[in-house]
Each structure stands twice: as structure tokens, then as C-alpha cells.
């Protein structure tokens, strides 16, 4: 299971982002057990796209991320392809449909 860099500044966040070609986003909170339930799930999601840089966000510590995402609700899954956010789940997140939009994405990168 891949770990995930905590990321605990809007700066950081935006050189994470910057940096990596395929950054990925996990904003959850202290108290949301959908959150805590979902995480170990999408780290072992993750391990089948080693390109892609994953990053944990307590939205608790980084109270400014919600208004920087337009976030309403936890857990949000953002995936960013060079620096544009081409997927977002939130809430309720079916992991087959995760893996598919985003083996799509690998996929095409890959042919590049």
C-alpha cells in the first residue's frame, strides 16, 4: 500500500501540484468515518498507478482548501494531469468507476 505525502499548506498543495504530472489529491477530515473507511481503499487503488503522486489533505488543518477546490463535502478525490483537475469524486465514491476514468487517463499518457 502506497503511502501518501500529508500535505498541510494551500502552498504546499499548489507545488505538489505543480511538480507532479499526475498529482492526487485525498481531502478528507478528523471526524468523517466515510473518510477514514474509503482511505485504505484508494492507497491500494493507487499502487496499480505508480506515476501517478499521491498527497493526503486534513481539510481540518488546511481550513482553506475548501474554498481553493469549491469543497462542500469529504472525502474528495482530485486527480490532476499537469496541473488541470480532469477528475473529482466526492462523497460516495464507487472505486470501479475511480479505476476506470483514471486508467483511461494513465492510458492515454502513456500512448503519448
Known sequence: ??????????????GFIEENQLAFLYISRNNCSVCHALLPQVKELMDKFPDIQPAHIVADNVEE???RFSIFTVPVLLLFVEGKEYVREARIVHLDLLEDKIQRIYENLRDI
Open 65 to 67: 482548501v475548501a474554498g
Open 1 to 14: 500500500m502506497r503511502e501518501f505525502t500529508e500535505l498541510k499548506s494551500i502552498s504546499h498543495i499548489d
